[in-house]
């Protein structure tokens, strides 16, 4: 499908999505409504492949608007992030599902020949060592993150804190593009992603912080973050799919805002790819950098105000 094809689909999906949320289809009074669910697809898209935190907006949103529903039922606002995240992940195939088809005939061909000789084959095994560190780290420390991590304030702090890292590293010169990494760097990348499991950090701008940090391009930056995305989310759509989907019983009311989230994020995150990638060819990170401290600052404003708890 061309380009106009995917934003033809896009476009109907995200008029679907609004449909539904006005026609309140499969929601339930009291919990999370299909309207909040579709800000919080609209805001996951946009967030998660631009560097700015997604995990740290859908958490700032709620706590900005109060909702209490996502507040009193943790366990079900995790599930519905990696719903969310199922959103951006098809967004990430549907955009690069050419680069997608080729990296994985690479690393078939690499596994049947027994040796790396191609630049797609280097990228697809540099994608593969990138992963190793997050999943390991996700499946290790999800509780503590889950216990430990996610308030306002410390989102505040990290938005502030990685965002001069992100302006920091990008003053870099470019040196070299993704196939020229290596396997070290490239695991080095992805130890960096690990980071991100605290929300405020960003996936996006962790790992492009690495890779700028380590020589590469923008461009080459940005596209090797979003094929990072792609593992790492499905590894975490499975894992919650199973658990906490079809092994558990999600609350009544859920499949509404879970139908209406998940499109929301696939067409906004669309738009996200093709705006950053464009963006990136005339201008550097400084933009996304200075938003961070913006937020970063208006949140603790509040909180020293005493117009928001520090905690949500």
Known sequence: MSRVGISTVAGAAFALAVALAAARVGEKAGALSNWQALILGIVQGLTELLPISSSGHLILVPWLGDWDYLKRHDEFNQTFDVALHLGTL????????????RLMTAFVTTVRRRRIESPDERVAWFVILATIPAAAAGAAGEGFIADNLGEPWQ???LLAVFGVILWATDRRPETREMHELGPWTALAIGIAQ????????????????????LGLDRNSAARFSFLLLIPTVFGAVLLKGITDVLLADLPPGSAGPFVVGMIAAAVSGLVAIWALLGYLRRHDYSLFAVYRLLVAAIVLLLIATGVRDAGF
């Open 155 to 157: 989102i505040a702090i």
């Open 194 to 213: 690990t980071l991100a499991l605290a929300p405020g950090v960003s996936r996006a701008g962790v790992t492009i912080s690495a890779a700028r940090f």
């Open 90 to 101: 098809v967004a990430v195939v549907a955009y690069f599902r050419h680069d997608v088809v």
